[in-house]
């Protein structure tokens, strides 16, 4: 017989990332469409619009495909309480979005209008960092109900507890010692 409060919190839980997949597909199209019109309008003042056009398409591609595996295998998986199998693909996933949400901001110099940007810019900058910050968010419910599970002591940041267990710890706490 199924576990009421397991059950409950998974629901919870997927009701919880569904929500947020739902903000960020609503937030993806506006942002695809801005990236190319910045990208051409502001081109000669910056070189590096073009790559942040296609560093934005390429986050926005990536984060619709782990949405639609999320939502197909993972959860379903994660509900079920098969979390240590979860934890491989979730780990890769958000290693490689942490990277690509970096290289954006990066990009977009902190997500820091220019004086010579227009309200486009500025729009587009303000989407940009309201992405990052929802799929941060995600990210750290993931770890916190579906890698590390509920209750778990989440005190040390995402990316450690990711290389605890993937056996990078010592490496990782002395970059972010650097820092």
Known sequence: MPDPDRT????RVLADVARRHACERRALPYITSLL??????????????????????D?????????????RRLLPAAAEGASDLVRGEIDRQHGE??????????LARGFVVPEWGDEAYRALMEELEALERDVKE??????????????????????VRRAVR????AWVRAADEEE
């Open 138 to 159: 995600r990210m750290h419910v993931d770890e916190r109900e579906l890698v590390a599970g509920p209750g778990a002591d989440l005190r040390e940041p995402p990316h």
């Open 166 to 169: 993937l056996g990078r710890a």
């Open 97 to 106: 979005l942490e990277a690509m949400l970096a290289q954006v901001r990066a």
């Open 59 to 71: 986050l926005a591609d990536a984060l619709e495909t782990y949405m639609d595996t999320d939502e």
């Open 8 to 11: 409950a919190t998974a629901a």
């Open 36 to 57: 190319p019109k910045i990208a051409g309008r502001f081109r000669g003042r910056d070189v590096r619009l073009d790559i942040l056009c296609d560093a934005g398409q």
